[in-house]
């Protein structure tokens, strides 16, 4: 860990200010050796999700931002695969809840079990007690067992019984859902919509990347096979290191621009909240890291703003489904009309 990153020149960052100096306190980051461990995961996930090299980069980022992920779209496209695939390339504690709609709170957070032999309730914990946990189908639960999920969330604890119990570090959530409009499903509400950092759909591989799909599994799901390569500690040290990554006073007016421009449209009903601008802040740092730089540069907002508020915006009207929604497109109108810092 020798080798260090400094803030490169105004010339060199694309003319963020003409005599703008970096801040005294910038970070000195171990570019090399964090871009390295970065690298190793990214072709870690990669070698099993085929031809997904974006949605790797938005998952990877979700985890460095430390925020929750919410994966939608139709059945059998691979959002499970991401999400094992990612959770296996990490040396975590890991566990799968298959959410069905008699699934209830406590199976989530665990319950308290009485003992004959001590005549003392003892807290049996459930399967959200894990560093990486996998909400498969969370749409299939009832409205009653999503909102279990909130306090875990959005605090990293939970509530059981008057007792406070702490989550991970790392604690990271990883949902997947079927589009509402599929029949067995609810809409998440807004307030659990809000706790994840970002919303990707998969869609459907080129097809050479289907024929590549199709001649790896004839053998068995590569994924079962995939190792770990980083540990639970060196994940906190990365999360650490993306907190540290600046970003500039001109970037952040811009950022504040474009969450701004959702709470002043007369088409967007609920706008996004300052949760929202602070996802976003953090997952521009986290966009920045992973591409091996210290600090932030336009595209890095630009470029995240859809997939981090797109999700939590509702239009007049109508509610949002998958792809490119009535929200998305009015975020894409508004982006477009706001001037990029040079």
Do not use: W
Not at 61 to 88: C, F
Not at 233 to 245: F, I
């Amino acid at each position: 860990m020798s080798e260090t990153c400094e803030y490169k020149s105004d010339q060199q960052r694309g003319g963020m200010g003409a005599n703008h100096a970096p801040s005294p306190t910038a970070p000195s980051l171990p570019i090399a050796t964090v871009s390295a461990e970065l690298d190793r995961l990214r072709a870690n996930i990669g070698a099993v999700l085929l031809g997904k090299s974006e949605m790797i980069r938005l998952a990877l980022i979700a985890v460095l931002a430390e925020g929750h992920l919410l994966i939608e779209d139709m059945p059998g496209v691979g959002k499970t695969l991401l999400a094992k695939a990612l959770a296996r390339s990490l040396d975590c504690t890991f566990h799968r809840i298959q959410f069905t709609p008699d699934l209830l709170p406590s199976d989530l957070i665990g319950t308290s079990v009485f003992q004959q032999t001590t005549g003392t309730f003892v807290f049996q914990p459930g399967p959200l007690f894990a560093q990486v946990v996998l909400a498969d189908e969370i749409n299939r639960a009832t409205p009653r067992t999503q909102s279990a999920l909130l306090e875990a969330m959005s605090d990293h604890q939970v509530s059981v019984d008057g007792v406070t119990r702490r989550l991970g570090p790392p604690f990271l959530v990883i949902a997947t859902q079927n589009p509402f409009e599929f029949e067995g499903t609810y809409p998440l509400p807004e307030s659990q919509l809000d706790r994840f950092l970002m919303r990707l759909q998969v869609g459907y591989p080129d097809r050479k990347a289907e024929r590549e799909i199709l001649l790896s599994h004839r053998d068995g799901e590569p994924v079962e096979n995939l190792g770990a390569v980083l540990k639970a500690d060196q994940l906190v040290e990365l999360q650490h290191a993306t907190r540290k990554v600046r970003l500039d006073d001109s970037l952040m007016d811009y950022l504040l621009d474009i969450v701004d421009s959702t709470r002043n449209h007369p088409d967007i009903a609920l706008g996004a909240s300052p949760r929202a601008a602070l996802a976003l802040y953090r997952a521009a740092q986290a966009s920045a890291l992973l591409e091996g730089r210290d600090y932030v540069v336009p595209d890095d907002v630009k470029q995240l703003a859809i997939p981090v508020l797109s999700h939590r915006l509702l239009t007049h009207g109508m509610r949002q489904g998958t792809g490119a929604s009535p929200a998305t497109e009015l975020l894409q109108q508004s982006i477009a009309k706001i001037a990029v810092p040079r």
